[in-house]
């Protein structure tokens, strides 16, 4: 089993900042690939980046490509996005999965509770 604990949510204005921290605990040591996903109001969940070990490479859907950071500390078990240039429509709840990645797809086994945020303008 994993635990995924995600904080760092917050309100903040359009233009702003916000550093997401995702902490995993547990068999950690079963998952190859960690991903931030969103999900806004009458949405669907959008995955907005993924980061890996090995050939696992880094991903990031358009919306936010060049105004977020995806990165890893190994040696915390922790996950974070770092959101800058932050707009309105940046605001969802987002949350941390962990899972298995391969170059023919991947499978998100485990997820955060969510943390909320809200970008106004």
């Known amino acids: 089993q994993v635990q995924l604990v995600e904080s760092g949510g917050g309100s903040v204005q359009a233009g702003g900042s916000l550093r997401l921290s995702c902490a995993a605990s547990g068999d950690t040591y079963m998952n190859n690939c960690m991903g931030w996903f969103r999900q806004a109001p009458g949405k669907e969940r959008e995955e907005v980046a993924r980061?890996?070990?090995?050939?696992?490479?880094?991903y990031y859907a358009d919306s936010v490509k060049g105004r977020f950071t995806i990165s890893q500390d190994d040696a915390k078990n922790t996950v974070y996005l770092q959101m800058n240039s932050l707009k309105p429509e940046d605001t969802a709840m987002y949350y941390c999965?962990?899972?298995?990645?391969?170059?023919?797809?991947?499978?998100?086994?485990?997820w955060g509770q969510g943390t909320q945020v809200t970008v106004s303008s």
């Open positions: 999965a962990a899972g298995r990645c391969t170059t023919s797809g991947r499978t998100w086994k485990y």
């Open positions: 980061i890996g070990r090995g050939i696992i490479t880094t």
